[in-house]
């Protein structure tokens, strides 16, 4: 079975521009988050969407925006890139346990830098 | 707000050397994951701990919760070489927030 799949793989932007970046959920999964690395530091979470909906939000600023599709894929927008922004972007999704557990599984990541 | 401390962040061992990464995180919670990530990849999870008393192995490594002390650590029996890597504790947050350490950067040298 195939796992999480994110696009692209590295993208290089310069300050000021927009970005966006897609991920695939597990076949069957839900639930999709989305996390910021950066270099030397653990993830930082940055939205969670279950079912189309936003059911999570870390300390992001208001450039940061997601959404979910029909068929559980999602896309990561950053407006007005910053220096600081450059990270390794990863995405996981997550079977729906009830509650029980949030066990994630994560894609292979986008290292988004900005010049 | 909630903190999640590992220690420590840098280690290296030599190999079939014993060793332990903690995790002390500072709020309620009893679902703490511990995760791999070699360099330039992603993470894959290790271990999944649900309760406190949870005791969870895989080969050389082994995982604990003690969920009143908000502690779990990570041993390492034997270490070997492809055991270098960087460890991640996260600790759920029941809202949907998932916190990870600043990670332990493991190095095995022979």
């Known amino acids: 079975d195939a796992g999480v799949t994110q696009s692209p793989t590295h993208l290089i932007k310069t300050r000021g521009q927009h970005v966006t970046l897609r991920c695939s959920p597990i076949?069957?999964?839900?639930?999709v988050s989305w996390y910021q690395q950066v270099l030397g530091q653990g993830p930082q979470f940055i939205f969670q969407?279950?079912?189309?909906?936003?059911?999570g939000r870390g300390n992001f600023p208001d450039r940061f925006s997601a959404r979910q599709f029909p068929n559980y894929s999602s896309e990561l927008n950053v407006n007005a890139l910053l220096l600081g922004d450059s990270a390794l972007y990863l995405c996981?999704?997550?079977?729906?346990?009830?509650?029980?557990?949030?066990?994630?599984?994560f894609g292979p990541g986008t290292r988004l830098t900005v010049l | 707000e909630l903190k999640v401390e590992q220690n420590p962040l840098f280690l290296s061992m030599q190999e079939g050397k014993n060793y332990t990464i903690y995790c002390n995180y500072s709020?309620?919670?009893?679902?703490l994951y511990w995760y791999r990530q070699d360099p330039g990849k992603s993470l894959e999870s290790l271990f999944v701990?649900?309760?406190?008393?949870a005791v969870k192995q895989e080969g050389r490594l082994m995982a604990s919760l003690d969920t009143k002390a908000r502690l779990s650590t990570l041993h390492i029996t034997a270490a070997v070489h492809d055991l270098s890597a960087t460890y991640f504790c996260?600790?759920?947050?029941?809202?949907?927030?998932?916190?990870f350490g600043a990670g332990t950067r493991l190095t095995v040298k022979p």
């Open positions: 996981a999704s997550s079977l729906p346990t009830g509650g029980l557990y949030n066990e994630q599984f």
């Open positions: 076949s069957g999964h839900k639930s």
């Open positions: 969407y279950y079912e189309k909906e936003e059911r």
């Open positions: 709020t309620t919670s009893d679902r």
């Open positions: 701990l649900l309760s406190n008393g």
């Open positions: 996260a600790v759920d947050m029941y809202n949907n927030d998932m916190r």
